[in-house]
């Protein structure tokens, strides 16, 4: 309803009479928005109307300014991210005032997009990354950006979870204090000071006693590094940090393996937590594990163990699942049965799981001893989860994993080191495994890995004596009682069971089809050609190129989803390949993990043929679409500068128009 001027004058004068003094600006009257100069005597109408229209000007005139001065910057305006700082290690910007630190430039763009922190603005940057990626197998470059502590993790846990972590407090009658083991070779320095950061900033400082940081003789700076971050003054959590923290180098390199085993003897906890040093631990995450310890010392506890991106760094939830493997002992997750997820009680309830990922536990450090800690003749990393698995279910224990307990992990994509003399340790702590704990079903890992029947494996005498020891049960007794998965792929006769028996079930990690949001073509600003699959239907390694824009081309109609893809069809996906190949982009299978196929741009300007033109960020790679005007318009990733393809001597061209079909 519009609302005459004369009553609006007389609620101005209303609202004057009741605040007097006070001028009213921008007040909302029935949804419209009035602008109110009024006070309590009409003689000062005139002053006060001169004032407000001083104020007005002004702000109009800061504004602009400031507008202007951010909008020459394309990638602040456009892609939402502040203009390029260059962290050094302790954090400061010589270029900006002495009190700013990249804590407080890091928290903004959490808060705002964090998936930006990835965005390459120059060679540097992308040095950066790629040497990350070489050297610890993730994108060192938001790592560094993210800073030595990320403030705010998505709370991933049930709803239950935390409407009984009261309970939960009230259950630890008499706290168990605990060490947390971190070991670590070569370690990227902010994800390991982020790892301990997280702890320190989500546990009950009466249930942890210490953190031992054990260096396993890495080759790189990481221990000047922590020296340097110890002594500094204003460092988070200085007072834990300082009297909670224990740096332990081994006197050579031993393995992940060997490490642990190291570590015990020096720890002072009734508890012992291992975490790797990729991780940063959620709300609520010791309690829960806390409490059953407490409640029977022989089960060991694992946490679920969510993701972070390797690539973005982004925190995402896990399902359910537990602990599996196949006949080739390689480690796998299995589906929880649905029958027993069938209320909310359920899903904050131990699940029984046959077997761990062996990254992150918890267990009674007297019954890690008595159990005869680590398997020592095992060499670096590999199996060793699995044989400390089927140790605590044949032999007494009990393994489970805590719902309510959430810690994230980096789960790289390759291992970014090897053992010391090349040997590949996986297979042969497999053979160990297998010879001490199968007993006649060691035939099934055989037959699945008939390429090690020859491998030595070591001396296994000590590991048969401590089974014998222990009073341990049968693998058959395993396999019935905890594991009938293994029996199952025995009993199909199928051609190729068994070595086919590691498939993860398909249903596992089953995608919802995401919902469509939008339909375009993408068109390059300036020019005539969109942005073309090779094939509607071909969604694996499928090239995408430029061809002139055509309503009829059903190839160069692009789908936007909820989850940020742009889809060609319903299997394929556009993608900007691997980290250091940002020259090949194609359609490649929708994997729904985001990264390398999840794409943003200011949508405000998307609405119709006269958008302005846009630049379409990748997460994954951290750069923007383009065209190389040298290469035949051939579509590659670059950094997302502000040509906005008006700079004719630019041969990247990266700014487009988004056509609505």
């Known amino acids: 309803m519009n609302i005459s001027s004369y009553a609006l004058r ?122 990350g990626f070489s050297l610890y197998a ?47 070779f070569n370690e990227e320095f902010f994800t390991l000071i982020r790892t301990v950061n997280s702890i320190f900033a989500r546990t009950p400082s009466n249930m942890l006693t210490e953190i031992l940081l054990v260096d396993d003789s890495s080759e790189n700076d990481v221990h000047s590094k922590y020296e340097e971050y110890r002594n500094h003054e204003s460092i988070d959590f200085a007072d834990d940090f300082r009297h909670k923290v224990r740096y332990i180098r081994t006197p050579e390199r031993s393995g992940l393996i060997r490490a642990r085993n190291y570590a015990v003897q020096f720890a002072r906890g009734t508890i012992l937590f291992f975490l790797d040093s990729h991780c940063e631990v959620n709300v609520g995450w010791l309690p829960p594990i806390l409490e059953r310890l407490t409640y029977n010392r022989s089960i060991v506890a694992c946490p679920i163990i969510d993701l972070i991106d390797p690539d973005t760094f982004i925190y995402k939830p896990s399902p359910m699942v537990r602990g599996g493997f196949n006949w080739a002992l390689h480690f796998k997750w299995d589906s929880i049965p649905s029958d027993q997820l069938m209320t909310k009680e359920d899903f904050v309830q131990p699940i029984k799981s046959p077997a761990m990922a062996g990254g992150l536990f918890a267990i009674d450090r007297q019954y890690f001893q008595q159990l005869g800690t680590y398997d020592s003749g095992m060499n670096i990393w590999g199996a060793e989860n699995i044989e400390f698995s089927l140790r605590i279910w044949m032999c007494g224990g009990r ?35 297998a010879h001490v704990w199968l007993d006649d079903y060691k035939k099934y890992f055989l037959k699945s890995r008939s390429d090690l029947a020859t491998m030595s494996y070591g001396n296994i005498e000590d590991r048969i004596e401590l089974r014998n020891r222990l009073d341990c049960k049968s693998f058959d007794w395993y396999l019935h009682n905890v594991y009938s ?80 893809e742009l ?92 056509v609505r079909h």
């Open 10 to 131: 007389n609620r101005c004068l209303r609202y004057g009479k009741r605040y007097r003094h006070y001028i009213l600006l921008n007040r909302s009257i029935d949804g419209q928005s009035i602008l109110c100069n009024c006070c309590c005597c009409d003689g000062c109408n005139l002053l006060f109307t001169t004032i407000i229209i001083l104020a007005i000007m002004s702000s109009f005139i800061c504004f602009s300014l400031f507008w202007f001065n951010n909008h020459n910057d394309t990638q602040s305006m456009n892609l939402g991210i502040a203009k390029d700082i260059q962290p050094n290690h302790l954090y400061r910007d010589e270029n900006q005032p002495n009190s700013f630190y990249i804590q407080n430039y890091v928290q903004i763009v959490h808060e705002t997009n964090e998936s930006r922190l990835g965005m390459i603005n120059d060679d540097r940057d992308r040095e950066k990354k790629e040497s």
């Open 485 to 564: 998965d293994l029996l199952d792929q025995i009993n199909n006769r199928s051609s190729n069971s068994i070595q086919n028996s590691g498939r993860k079930n398909p249903n596992l990690f089953a995608h919802k089809q995401p919902k469509i949001l939008d339909k375009f073509r993408i068109r390059l600003n300036g020019t005539n050609l969109c942005l073309e699959s090779e094939s509607e239907l071909s969604y694996k390694n499928c090239h995408v190129h430029m061809q002139q824009c055509l309503r009829s081309s059903r190839r160069q109609i692009w789908k936007q989803t909820d989850l940020s």
């Open 138 to 184: 993730f994108n060192a470059l938001v790592s560094e950006r993210l800073g030595y502590h990320r403030q705010h993790l998505p709370d991933t846990r049930h709803e239950y979870c935390r409407q009984s972590t009261s309970n939960i407090d009230k259950n630890i009658s008499d706290p168990l204090n605990t060490t947390v083991i971190i070991c670590f």
């Open 399 to 433: 393994l489970e994993i805590i719902p309510c307990s959430r810690v994230g992990h980096i789960f790289r994509k390759r291992r970014p080191y090897d053992s010391p003399d090349g040997q590949d340790t996986l297979a042969y702590n497999s053979l160990r495994v």
């Open 567 to 658: 889809r060609m069809n319903m299997k394929g996906c556009l993608d900007s390949g691997s980290p250091n190949k940002i020259d090949i982009i194609r359609l490649n299978k929708c994997h729904q993990m985001g990264s390398t196929q999840k794409w943003s741009w200011p949508t405000m300007n998307l609405t119709n043929e006269n958008s302005k033109a846009i630049q379409i960020y990748n997460d994954g790679s951290g750069m923007c679409l383009s065209v190389n005007t040298n290469d035949r318009f051939k579509v590659i990733m670059s950094f997302c500068t502000s040509n906005n393809n008006i700079d004719k001597s630019s041969t990247i061209l990266n700014h487009w128009i988004i």
